[in-house]
């Protein structure tokens, strides 16, 4: 998780890096918001015990204080400058400084392990484990243009019943569509629900034809989803070929350190040339010592799949990682949707342009769900509580006796974008991949409409839904820039410009 805490670091350098990694589609004052806000949200989450590592490897003291009011700039977070100074800090590619907070190499499951304990234990939270959302509830505004949200539909997969969740207020963080590709270091859960969603209720989209590629997945028949994290090219791994041979610096002048885009390319190009199923990560070079203490989740990860990687390469290839675009929404989260808000992976801010920077992810669903908190808390008490919603109604539909469709066609989806729709992309790719996707699309409607809900169902109809969405993205960008790279369209295109689609203009 990336922000400003080294002395020699600036707010400047922060937002800078991530306006060139971005090349040219950052929305400025966005960066700006989030970036000035990075110091506050490190504060924040060091009160609540996030064991981030420090440099001396002691546990941070914690009041673990959970209340919170959406306001970064409180008492507590000005109280922890000694704290912050302990964060050990590591870089990684696009960061001309180390800034980067982290857990040792496993930053994100201890952020959510330490709020979910939060979670659990606070008096004003319930948490329904076990439950896929179907859609969100909109309504048109009495006498004014435009509609407003007052709930969703909430499948409960232990009882197989929808229910209805009346809600004053709705914040859609889902994640992206990653699990559109057949390579990815994604959840099962990242199926696009919540961009799906917001598209369906009339939501406008934004830049999702940039998918970004993770350069470093561990290649292994039994590894599912394993990343290689960026902070081992940061502490000085380097990329090899099977035969040893170092090949970044052929693309780059940064070499490893170059942005993920690059560095997934130059390794989707190597590995097309020479017909190999994978490059090779080596930091057998550092010590034994370091790379335990530095790495102990890939350590370990590692030699359970038979590999020593203080003594042996890492066989890696690049798998999809993160959805760059979402559901527009404003400075404060808010969608084009009354009371409908998106935060994280789900949302399109104008942080990340055309390729998110390495740890800049975590720090833009803090910062951002701040700024809706902060909405909420001040809207609360003047938006009235939705009434008179229907119920879900199921009358018309049966169980399915099979769900052959479902696993095939999902199977079917995900090759096709990986082999149409990945790293290097062209129109005729395109255009194979629109018709194809377009009859899996009406397959699932039908069936969709005939049989009542799963959790499998409910994923593979957002994902296709999601998938359309990034080739119609991906066909209206003439240009390379960023994460998208088209071989029809090589240079960048001299107007800077957001792709967006509305539900209306939708082809």
Aim: hydrophobic fraction near 40%; include cysteine; charged fraction near 20%.
């Amino acid at each position: 998780m990336a922000a400003v805490l080294d002395d020699a670091d600036s707010i400047d350098a922060h937002v800078s890096d991530t306006l060139t990694a971005g090349v040219g589609l950052c929305h400025t004052h966005i960066v700006e918001q989030v970036v000035e806000n990075s110091a506050e949200c490190i504060s924040w989450l060091v009160e609540q015990g996030v064991p981030f590592t420090t440099i001396d490897n002691k546990p941070l003291p914690s009041t673990a204080n959970t209340a919170s009011n959406g306001d970064l700039a409180n008492k507590t977070a000005k109280q922890n400058g000694s704290k912050l100074s302990t964060l050990h800090l590591t870089k990684e590619a696009g960061h001309s400084y180390r800034r980067i907070i982290h857990a040792t190499d496993a930053t994100g499951k201890a952020v959510f392990e330490t709020l979910h304990r939060q979670a659990q234990s606070h008096p004003n939270i319930e948490l329904f484990a076990n439950r896929t959302a179907v859609d969100v509830v909109t309504r048109e505004k009495s006498g004014a243009a435009g509609s407003y949200c007052s709930g969703a539909y909430i499948l409960n997969q232990a009882s197989g019943r929808v229910d209805l969740f009346r809600a004053k207020f709705v914040v859609l963080a889902t994640g992206g569509a990653s699990k559109a590709y057949l390579f990815t270091t994604n959840p099962d859960g990242a199926s696009g629900d919540g961009i799906a969603m917001a598209w369906r209720a009339g939501c406008k989209v934004a830049n999702l034809e940039f998918n970004q590629f993770h350069p470093t997945c561990l290649f292994h028949p039994h590894a599912k989803s394993f990343l290689i994290t960026e902070a081992m090219r940061g502490e000085g791994a380097l990329l090899e070929l099977p035969d040893g041979q170092r090949f970044m610096d052929k693309f780059d002048p940064r070499g490893e350190l170059a942005p993920r885009d690059i560095v997934a390319r130059a390794i989707d190009y190597e590995m097309k040339r020479l017909g190999c199923d994978c490059v090779y990560l080596n930091i057998s070079h550092k010590s034994a010592d370091f790379i335990r203490s530095h790495f102990p989740t890939i350590y370990a990860r590692c030699l359970s799949y038979g590999i020593d990687i203080t003594t042996q390469r890492i066989p890696v290839v690049p798998s999809a990682h993160y959805t760059c675009g979402g559901v527009v929404v404003n400075s404060h989260s808010e969608s084009d949707i009354e009371n409908l808000f998106a935060v994280g992976e789900t949302s399109f801010t104008g942080l990340h342009g055309a390729n998110r920077m390495a740890s800049n992810s975590l720090l833009e669903c803090f910062v951002m769900a701040f700024a809706a908190a902060k909405q909420l808390q001040q809207r609360f008490n003047t938006t009235p509580t939705p009434t008179d919603i229907a119920l879900w109604d199921d009358s018309r539909v049966t169980q399915a006796e099979n769900e052959v469709l479902i696993s095939h066609n999902w199977d079917e989806l995900r090759r096709c974008m990986w082999d149409f729709v990945g790293i290097v992309r062209n129109d005729e790719r395109l255009l194979k991949a629109q018709r194809r996707i377009s009859l899996l699309e009406q397959e699932v409607l039908i069936y969709y409409k005939q049989h009542n809900v799963s959790k499998d169902l409910l994923e593979l109809r957002n994902l296709i839904l999601v998938a359309s969405l990034i080739i119609e993205s991906a066909l209206l960008r003439k240009e390379s820039r960023g994460l998208h790279y088209s071989l029809d369209y090589p240079k960048l295109a001299a107007e800077l410009k957001d792709t967006i689609l509305t539900p209306e203009k939708a082809g």
